[in-house]
């Protein structure tokens, strides 16, 4: 049930944002950005060499992107589905043009792809993705032909209602993931 699993996530970033304010040593606050480092003595006298400096960051829930997340229960607004619709059916109409010519088509297609990603299967954007990195690869004569397939491969992929592209939790699962890895680094 995602709005049970959605009110439980709401429940998990309230607490990240209390461990992020609340975080103290020695009435220091070492999680809301606030202080960017903090030395710890190491052995009873004031030789900085005999400290241990720690890099602090902001892990509050708005920087690490988590603030606006949630899993699953919106859906792609039809005009935006369409727009990107049309942005990849357009993909390869030039005739005769070379690479520079497909660029700007290519890039506002990625654009409108960066709206309904969410709402797409993760390896659905993979094969996008991989289609995308043929396109770059290709020289003028390709060029057409690469836009082309990126198009016809947006539309085979999403040949749903637009009732059917509701979000899906791996793009809620991708940004804890990043921002699991900069907690960490």
């Known amino acids: 049930n995602q709005a049970a ?3 439980e996530f ?4 309230e607490q990240i944002d209390y461990i992020s304010t609340n975080t103290e040593f020695n ?3 070492l999680l809301d950005g606030s202080n960017k480092t903090i030395a710890v003595q190491t052995l009873d006298n ?55 010519a497909f660029d700007a088509d290519v890039t506002a297609a990625m654009k409108e792809f960066d709206k309904v990603k ?5 390896d659905d954007v993979k094969k996008i993705e991989t289609k995308l990195e043929d ?5 003028d004569a390709g060029a057409q032909a690469a836009a082309q397939a990126l ?17 899906n ?10 921002a699991l890895k900069n907690i960490a680094s």
């Open 118 to 122: 969410p709402f797409m299967s993760a």
């Open 27 to 29: 009435d220091k606050k």
């Open 46 to 100: 004031a030789d900085t060499s005999k400290q241990i400096n720690i890099n602090l960051s902001n892990v509050s829930t708005k920087e690490l992107g988590l603030d606006t997340l949630s899993i699953g229960t919106e859906k792609v607004e039809k005009t935006v589905y369409d727009a990107t619709t049309k942005a990849f059916a357009d993909l390869g109409a030039k005739t005769g043009a070379n690479k520079a």
């Open 135 to 139: 396109y770059n690869k290709a020289n």
């Open 5 to 7: 699993l959605n009110k």
């Open 169 to 178: 939790a791996s793009g809620a699962i991708a940004s804890i993931d990043t």
């Open 151 to 167: 198009g016809k491969e947006f539309a085979t992929l999403t040949k749903l209602e637009t009732t059917d592209l509701k979000a």
């Open 10 to 13: 709401d429940a998990l970033k």
